[in-house]
């Protein structure tokens, strides 16, 4: 008969029990400002990653139209923390948050637990309306290139929010947790 391992009370020779993605089952959630904040959020990544801590950064980012024109705290967020984190994604529309987070903390729970980052440009933050101010261009536009750039801006801002309001599934996705063989952990019957 086998005899249970004083510390654990599991009997000895008995194959390991699956290990959960967290001790809790869930996970850490830190959502920052763009610039700064992503920056300064840098070695608490790193010590989720080395630390195998599952982990939701949510960033900020300048606006998707202005990304790479010299916007006030634009840098380039997803290089940053590419080493860092399992996944880097950058949402760049209304429609696509959802998934991305639901993704984002699958990806951070399946397998060796880690980091994830999701950038949120501001504008994909504000409601359609305020977009659509701040964007929309000059109501009325003189000449081709300016209508021309009236058209981008209202297609832009319209795309943007496209499918904003279809109800989306928020119900967690499956974790893969990938499970040790027989040979891997040298199980005797």
Known sequence: PCTPNPKTGVPRGSPPTPPSPSPTGRIGVAAVTAGPGVTNAVTAIKNAQMAESPLLLIGGAAASLQKGRGALQDIDQLSLFRTLCKACVSVRTVRAIVPALRQAIATAQSGTPGPVFVELPIDVLYPFHVVEKEVGGAKSARGF????????????????FAGAWVPRDVTPLPVKVPLATKDEVGFVP
């Open 145 to 160: 290139r300016g209508k021309l750039v009236q058209w981008y801006l209202q297609n832009y801002v319209h795309n943007l």
